[in-house]
């Protein structure tokens, strides 16, 4: 039986079906639902012999990223509890490495399902640097659906 559900939001179209297909398993199972974004935050070159420079600029983008990602999270538990208001939704974001974090707050929470959408990368890149989907698929240690 599946009780305790986590979706992977990341404001994308396949994350968005993501959602929706794990709302309506939700609600068909009684399941609760945590509604997961994960921020990464983003890499920038540093010369090795020049010690790295924190402009304003650079912490302003950060700040706007990670707000974006707020945002993201925001739209998405309001639409669940709009359209399921019956449900038990939460939200958190995290920061870190997507699969990881994702797989990390599985394993805490003790969920019996994750569910996260597919990027739908050309099969090229995902054979080079591999989908955050896949990655979830691999390192979980609960039952992983992917939403094409």
């Known amino acids: 039986m599946i009780k305790k559900m986590l979706v992977a939001v990341d404001g994308s179209a396949n ?6 297909f794990a709302l309506n398993l939700a609600e068909k199972y009684g399941s609760s639902i945590l509604i997961l974004n ?6 920038f070159y540093e010369s090795p012999e020049e010690p790295p420079v924190y402009s304003a ?3 302003d983008y950060i700040k ?6 707020e945002n993201t999270l925001a739209r998405a538990a309001a639409k669940a509890r ?3 208001p019956g449900l038990e939704i939460a939200a958190e974001m995290r920061k870190g490495e997507p699969a990881a974090q994702i797989v990390r707050a599985a394993k805490e929470g ?3 399902l994750i569910v996260v959408g597919h990027k739908g990368w050309s099969r090229m890149r995902e ?6 989907s896949e990655r979830v698929a691999h390192m979980a240690e609960c039952a992983v659906l992917i939403v094409k």
Request: no cysteine; charged share 20%; glycine share 10%.
């Open 15 to 20: 994350s968005e079906r993501a959602l929706d």
């Open 38 to 43: 994960v921020f990464q935050l983003p890499t």
């Open 57 to 59: 600029s650079r912490a």
């Open 64 to 69: 706007d990223l990670q707000q974006m990602h």
């Open 82 to 84: 709009t359209l399921k």
């Open 110 to 112: 003790g969920f019996d």
């Open 127 to 132: 054979i080079f640097l591999g989908g955050t």
